[in-house]
C-alpha cells in the first residue's frame, strides 16, 4: 500500500539466514527466502523439517539464534505475536491456538476485540452482537455451517475448529497470511473452499504463506515453492521452473534429483 | 566499651503465639526495657500462629545458638519436658513466664522459676466481678482462637465459676481476625439466646466485636461485658460504661521481670522461693483512671 | 422453556440455587434468619468479602492466586489511621496514600512473577508473610486506635444507617457492575478468560497475558485496601492481626461460586453468591444456637453441601462465555 | 559435561541450588547454624514435614489439592492418646485403629471428589474445618497428654537419640524413596503423572485417573497420621490446634521443591528440599535472631528468593519425566 | 482367535443405531455398520458428520443415548477407554491425546506398563530400558526417525506426534484398530508409510477403521466404506460395489448420485 508501483523490487517479507536451536536439536539451520508482493509461497518438507519452527518464529513466539526478518525491507524484531498481529501477519497456527472454553464469536475477536467496540468516552465495550454477526459472515464468506456463535469451541469437530480458526485469520488477514497446515482435518468440499480463499486473498493484494503435506493442494495456488530439509532451505523454485514431480521428490528426499 | 557490647549476654524469649498480638506487644515492650536497662541482647521470637510445635521448634532452635539464657512460655508441659532437659544438661538457664507447668517443683519440667499469672484465675476473677454486680440469666464466654490453652483455661475459670452460681454458660468459638464476620455471627448467637445477659470475651480482638456489636444491637445496658487484657479502646469503653471491666496479668512484668532475673541469675546466680506472680489484676471504673496513661504508653 | 433454559445455563445459576437451598435451610431451621437484624448483618459480611473476592475471582480466572489479599488488607487497615493520628495526615490524604500503596504492592507482584517468572503462589505467599510482617514493624504489635472523630471520613465506607444497613452495601452494589461490565463487555475481559483458560494460545492470538495479569493483581490490592477501609471505620481499633486467613475464604467464595482454581471459569454473580453463602453460613449457624466446638464442623460440612447442589443441577448449564 | 548437562537437568538441582544458597547464606551469618544442634533440630521438623509433604506432592502431581492434612495430623494425633486414656485401648490397637481412621477420610475425600464431581478444593477445605472441629469437639479444646508408661510405643515414632538425631529421620529415609520409587519406577507413578498433567489424555489413554486420585487422598491421611504420630511421640502431648495452618506450608514446601500447582510438574527430591528450605529459613532466622519485627517479612522475602535461584537455574533444565 | 473359521457369519464389531445428542445438537442419528474379521473399513463424512463422536462412543468417552455396540456378536457395555482397550480395541483420536509434558517412551506406556514391568514378589516395576528400547523399535518399524525417546512430546513437531499416537495404537492393538484421520499431519513418506501399517495389520488378523478426508488414501487401503452424513449412515459399500468417484460424490453431497 505504501509502494503502490507494480514492479516494486522490494519484495514484503524477507528472511534470511533464520536459525534457531533447541537444546541439541537444530530445527532451523538457515533458512532464507522471499515473499513477494501478491503472491502465495508454499513452504513444504518432511515432518519436523523446520516449517512450524519458523512459523512460530515469524510470529515472535520463538526468537531466532540468529538470522533476520525484512518486512518492506525493513529489519523487523519480533517480540510476540502481538507484534506480528500489528505489522500486518494473521497466522493459522498448526496447533490452531484457541480457547477451548470460549465461544466460537469470542475466540473470533481475542487479541482483535478493537474491531467490534464501541466508545463511550474513554471507554471501549465490546459489541456482542456485531461480534456475533461479523463472526457468523466470515463463517459463511469460507462456507462453513455452524449453527451458533455461542458454542464454545471445545464442542466442535476437529474441521469445524479449523474451519474457525482460518476464518479469524483471513477475516483479519493483513498483508500476510500464514497458514501452517490448514486443510490438514478439513473435507474436500472445505479444503475446496479454502484454496479459493487463498486465490481471492491474493487478488485482494494478500500474499500467502501456505504450508501443507498434499502437494497437489500447494500446486493449486502457489506461486513459489520453498522446501525445507532438516531446518535448511533446499530449494526455493518458482512455478514455471518446477513441477509436481519435481517437488515431490525434493520433499521426500531433501535434496534435488541427482542428474 | 566495644569489650563491654561483646560481654553483652544473649537473651532469647519464645511465645506460643504471634508477637503482633497485642497482648504480647506489651510484652515485648517489658523485655526491652529490661533488655536496655541491664544491657542484654534481647532475641525476641514468636510463632506466626498459635501453635506449641512452632514454640518448641523455637526454642530447639534458640538452644543451637547457645544463648546466656531463655525466657518462655511453657504452654504444654509435657511438650516442653524434653527440650527443656536438653537446655538444663547444656547448662543454659530458662524462666518461665506467662503460662507454665503447674505441677509441684519435684515433678514439673526443669526450669528455673515462673513469672506470670494464672489464666483459670484469671477466668474466675472475671466471672466473680460479674457476680458481684448481678446475677445473670444466661452467661456466655467467647473464645476467638478454639484450642488455645491459655484463652480456654481463662474460659474454663469462667464457666466453672458461673456454674457454681447455677447459671448456665455457653462457650462461642467464632474466630476474631475477619470482625465483620465475627460480629455477624455473635449477633446471630445473641439473637438466638436473647436471655444472655453476660459475656466474657476473652482477649482484645473479641472485646472489640463486642463493644460494636452490643452498641449497634443496643444491648450494652442489658449484656455485661467483662473481657481479658487491656487496649486504649477497652480503657474508653470502661470509662464510659460500656465494659465491666478487664482482667489483665501486667505482662509488662513479665518481660521486664524475665529480662531482669535472668540477668540477676547470670550474673549472681539468685533464684527466687517461688513463682513470682504478675496477675490477675482486675481493672475497673475504679482504678482505670490510674492505667489509662499506662495503657497509652504502651506498659499495660 | 427457552427462558428457563437460558437462566439454567447460566453459570451463576448453581450458586444461585446453593445459595437458595442454604437460606432455606436456616429459614426452616430458625425462626430469626429472615429477621431484619440477620439479614443486615449478613448483607454487611458478604458486601465486605465480596469486594474483596470479586477482584480474587478475576486474578483465579486469570489463572493466577493471590494468597496476599489478607496483608495487604491488614497492612491498609493499619496505615491509614496510623498515619492520623501519628503524623496529623489529613484522612482524605492518608486514604489516598492507602490507595497508593496498594497499587504499588500489586505492581510489585504482577512485576515479579512476570519478570522473574515465579508462580503467584509463591510470590504472593512471599507477600502474605512480607507484608504481615511489615504491619507488625509499623504497629510494634500494638492495636492501632482509629480515631472516630474522623468519623465524617470512616462514614463514606462504613456509614450505618438507622434501619441497620451499611453503607458497604453500596460500595457493593457500585463496585460489582464495573467488574462485571470489565469481564463481560469489554475486550479485556475476553483477555482475562483467554488468558486462565489457554495461556499459550491467548499470547498466539495476540492477548498481552502479562500485562492482564499485572493489571489485576493491583485490583485485588486495590479492593483488599478498599475492604479493609469498610472495616476500619466499624470497629474502634486495629490490630496486627486483621485479615489474617482471609486469603483462603475468598478463593473459597470464588470457588462456590463456580470458578474454577485452574482459571478459564467464573463469573463475578457466583462469586457474590458464594460469599453470601458462606455468610449466610456463619450467621445461620449462630442463630440456630451452633456457636460452640461444633461451628467450625458444621460449617465445613455446609459448604461442601452448598457446591453439591451447585453440581446436581450443572448438567443443565452448558453454554460457553 | 554430560554429567554436568544430566545433573543440571533434573527437576531436583534448582531446589538444591536453591538449599545450598539458603544454607550459606546461614553458615556465613551465624556461627550456630551448622552446629549439631542446629543440624539435628532442622532435620526433625524437616522429616516431619516432608514425610507428609511428599504425599501431599504425589497429589498435586496428579492435579488435586488437599487441604485437610493440617487437620487429619490433628485429629489422629489427638485420638490416639485420647482412647488409651479414656478407654484403656491398648497402644498399638489405638495406632491401629487412628490410621483406619486416617485410611478412612482419605477414601471418603476421594470417594467424594470422584463420585460427587466436586473440587477437591471444596471437598477438602470441608475437610479442613470438619475434622478440626471434631478435634474440638472431642477435646473440648483442651490438651491431651500422652500417657507416659507408653512411651516405647510412641519412642517407635519419635525417638530422640543421645547424638540428637530422631528416630523420625529414619522414618523419613524409608518413606521417601518408597514413594520415590512409586513415582518413577511403576506404571502407578506414570498414572500419577498423566492424570494432573493432562487428565482427559490421561483417561484417554486408559488411566483410571479417578482410582489414582482416590488412593493419593488416601496416601495424604495417611501421612498426616504418621506424621501426627511423630509429634505425639515427640511432644508427649496434643493441643486442639496441633497442624493448623500446615495445608499451606506443606504445598509452598512443595511448590519451593519444583512443583506445579496447575499438575504434571514434581518430584520427592525437590519437594524434600523445599522442606529443608524452609526449616533451614526458620532455623536460621532464629539462631541469627533476627528481630521479631522482622522476622515474618524476613521469611517470606527467603521464600521468594529461594525460588528465585531455583528459577534462575531453569534454562539448563529442559529433559522430560 | 477364539473362532479360527475362515467363514464366520458373526463380525467382529457390530455397530447398531447408535445415537447421541449433545444438547440440541445430533451429532449422531442412527449409525449402523459391521467391521468383518481381517477387514479394512473406511469411515467417511463431511467436517462434523459425526465420525470423531462414534470413535469416542467406542471407546467409552462418551455414552450414546440409544443403540447397540456387539462385539463378537456380544453386546457390550463401554464405560471407559480402559474397557475398550480390555476389549482389543487400539485407537489414534484425532485430538491425538497425549501428555505433552511426559516423554515419548512413556506416553507409549501410559496405560499399558504391564507390558513393560518386571515383578518383585507383589509388585511392579517399570523398565526403563526395555520400555525406550521398545518405543526405539516400534518408533522404527513406522519409519519414524527421533533423535531420543526421551524427549518430551510437547518438543515434537506435528507430523511427530501423530507419528508417536500411530505407533503406540499399532505396538499394542489388540484385535481392532481405530485410526481417526491418522495421516492429517504427515509427509507424504510417512503417509505411505502408514498405509502400508495398515495393509500388514490386516495380514496381522487384526481389523482396521480408518477414518480420512483423503479418499485416495482411504482407497488404497479399506474393503469397505462407510460414509456418514449429518450423524447418519448413508452408505456401506464394498470395494467391489463402487469407485472413488462414487464416494466422493457421497461425501460431498451426503446422498447417492441422483439417477
Ligand atoms: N519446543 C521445542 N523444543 C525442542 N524441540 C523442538 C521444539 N519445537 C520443535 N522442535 C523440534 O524441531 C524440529 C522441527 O519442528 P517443526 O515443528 O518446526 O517441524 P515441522 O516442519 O512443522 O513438521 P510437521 O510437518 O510435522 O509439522 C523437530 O525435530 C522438533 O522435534
Ligand atoms: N462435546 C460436544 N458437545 C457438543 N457438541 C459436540 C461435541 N462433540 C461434538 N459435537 C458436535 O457433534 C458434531 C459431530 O462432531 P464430530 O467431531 O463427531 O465430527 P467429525 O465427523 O469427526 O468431523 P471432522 O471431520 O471435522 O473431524 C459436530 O457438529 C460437533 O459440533
Ligand atoms: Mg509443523
Ligand atoms: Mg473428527
Redesign the pocket.
Known sequence: MNDPETANPIPLLEVRNIKKC??R?R?LDGVTFTVDRRSVVGLL?D???????LIRILNGIYSPDAGEILWNGRSVHLRSPRDASNLGFATVY?DLAMIDQLSIYRNMFIGREKNVTWNLGPFRFLNHKRAKRETSAALAALGIKIKSTETAVEALSGGQRQSIAIARAVHFGGELLILDEPTSALSLRQTKQVLETIEKAREREISVIFISHNIGHVFEVADRFVVLSHGQTVANLSRVETDENQVSHLVREGRAVER | STAAAKEKPVIYSIVHGTLSDPFWAVYRKGLQDAASAYGAELRALGTEVHSVQGEVDLFNSALAAKPAGIITTIPDAAAFQEPLERAKNAGIPVIAINVTDTRPKAERDPYLFYIGGDEYLGGQEAAQKVLSVKKPAEAACWIHEPGHTGLEARAKGWTDEMQKAGIKSDTLTFRANNPTEAAAALKGFLTSHPNVDALFAVGPPPASVALEVLNELGKSEKVTLISFDLTQEQVEAIQNGSLLGTIEQQQYLQGYLGIEFMKLYLDHGFVPGGSVLTGPNLVDKANVATVKAQVEAGFR | MTVIRLVLARLETGALLSALAVASIFALWTSNFLSLESITSVLIVTSESAILAIAVTLLMIAGEFDLSVGSVLGLSSVVVPLMMVNYQVPPLAAVMIAFAIAVGIGLLHGTIVRGLRIPSFIVTLGGLLFWRGIVFVITQGFPVRVPRGSGSLFDFFSYRFPNGFDVSLLWLIAWAPVFYVLLTQTGFGNWIYASGANERAARAMGVPVDRVRTILFVFTSVSACLAGLIQVGRFGSVDATRGQGLELEVIAASVIGGTSLSGGVGSIGGTILGCLIIGMIRNGLAIAGISSYWYTAIIGLLIVAAVLVNKATERFRKVAV
Open positions: 533447541f537444546g536439536v530445527a518438507g515432518n519436523g523439517a523446520g516449517k512450524s519452527t498448526q
